[in-house]
Nanobody, 128 residues
Framework: QVQVVESGGGSVQPGGSLRLSCTASGATLGYYAIGWFRQAPGKEREGVTTIRVTDGRTYYADSVKGRFTISKDSAENRATLQMNSLSAEDTGTYYC?????????????????????WGQGTQVTVSS
């Protein structure tokens, strides 16, 4: 059974930073990509960033480019999201998702349909 677990959410003032971590476990063949999504109250879930585990290539939503950085560790089942220069617009529940290495998806790396397993989410609140 695959599990995806997020950690690191919390509250921060505008301009501050937070780091989120994601650990995926249980996939027999490993993971092709790990991504972060977020959902603000009253809004649809949106893709924030994804890292392709096989080669480390990264993809970002325009709204977070230059402020957020996704990285992975050598174990290839953990990803970290460093979020800087946070604003109120970044508030929401952040979800980590993992794509099965055995599946193929030809769409965007920020498309939720790419991912097979999801975490429960962690809350990020940016407020003064």
């Amino acid at each position: 059974q695959v599990q995806v677990v997020e950690s690191g959410g919390g509250s921060v003032q505008p301009g501050g930073s937070l780091r989120l971590s994601c650990t995926a476990s249980g996939a027999t063949l490993g993971y092709y990509a790990i991504g972060w999504f977020r959902q603000a109250p009253g809004k649809e879930r949106e893709g924030v960033t994804t890292i392709r585990v096989t080669d480390g290539r990264t993809y970002y939503a325009d709204s977070v480019k230059g402020r957020f950085t996704i990285s992975k560790d050598s174990a290839e089942n953990r990803a970290t999201l460093q979020m800087n220069s946070l604003s109120a617009e970044d508030t929401g529940t952040y979800y980590c998702a993992a794509q099965n290495k055995a599946t193929y998806y030809g769409g965007s790396y920020l498309d939720a349909a790419r991912f097979d397993w999801w975490g429960q989410g962690t809350q990020v609140t940016v407020s003064s």
